[in-house]
């Protein structure tokens, strides 16, 4: 959960800091007017459309990623009780396993 937040928390950021490159450009190149009032006053209501969809897109892109690497962690977690668990389960059988691979040749024993 900790990540989540991580990973949230920097899209936002980097939401942020477009919308902030796009202020200081619009600053650079038109010099309509200072630089706090092209960032939060006076901006046209295209301009906020557009940065406020930036902001939006990088969040959504944000929580996707922060859903996927939860369910990745999850699944890694889960394949690796199920490994522990068999390699676990081998180990107590008192007779030796042996293990072929897909052109039927031996390739080892699991021996306790």
């Not at 962690?73 to 490994?83: A, D, Y």
């Amino acid at each position: 959960m900790k990540m989540e937040r991580k990973i949230i928390f920097t899209s936002f950021a980097m939401g942020l800091f477009i919308w902030l490159a796009e202020a200081l450009l619009d600053f650079l190149i038109f010099h309509e007017e200072t630089f706090t009032e092209s960032l939060i006053t006076r901006v046209p209501l295209h301009d906020l459309f557009i940065r406020s969809l930036i902001l939006l897109s990088f969040l959504i892109f944000g929580f996707i990623c922060a859903r996927l690497i939860s369910k990745q962690k999850e699944t890694e977690h889960k394949m690796s009780t199920s490994l522990s668990f068999q390699q676990q389960l081998l180990d107590t059988i008192p007779v030796p396993i042996f293990y072929k691979d897909e052109k039927y040749i031996y390739r080892g024993t699991a021996v306790s």
